[in-house]
């Protein structure tokens, strides 16, 4: 069983930036892909960005056109660590940030992952 901790939420105002971690916890594999959705109430969730394992020397990136070049998902060196770098925040920005884990790498359908974390609060004020 993978569990997800995510961390970093918080305010910003239009234009800021904040950084988003998950850490997980609970798997040896080493094929876990990971990616960030995003949710508004009312709404239905929205994939943001999503980071493969590593392939040779490298992980390989995809992202919503919403956030590309503003967002950027990282993986720490362990693997175990993914960040969101998000910059030139925007009120539309502003949504309950999930990370998830699973093995369809680079997917942006949030049913093809199998583990989810709790949440954190973005708000991005105009």
């Known amino acids: 069983q993978v569990q997800l901790v995510e961390s970093g939420g918080g305010f910003a105002q239009a234009g800021g930036s904040l950084r988003l971690s998950c850490t997980a916890s609970?798997?040896?594999?080493?094929?876990?892909?990971m990616a960030w959705f995003r949710q508004v109430p009312g709404m239905d969730r929205e994939f943001v960005a999503a980071i493969s394992w590593r392939i040779g020397d490298r992980y390989y990136q995809s992202y919503a056109d919403s956030v590309k070049g503003r967002f950027t998902i990282s993986r720490d060196n362990a693997g175990n660590t993914v960040y969101l770098q998000m910059i030139g925040l925007k009120p539309e920005d502003t949504a309950a940030y999930y990370c998830?884990?699973?093995?369809?790498?680079?997917?942006?359908?949030?049913?093809?992952?199998?583990?989810w974390g709790q949440g954190t609060q973005v708000t991005v004020s105009s």
């Open positions: 609970g798997t040896t594999s080493e094929r876990i892909a």
């Open positions: 998830a884990a699973g093995s369809y790498s680079l997917s942006h359908l949030g049913h093809e992952y199998d583990y």
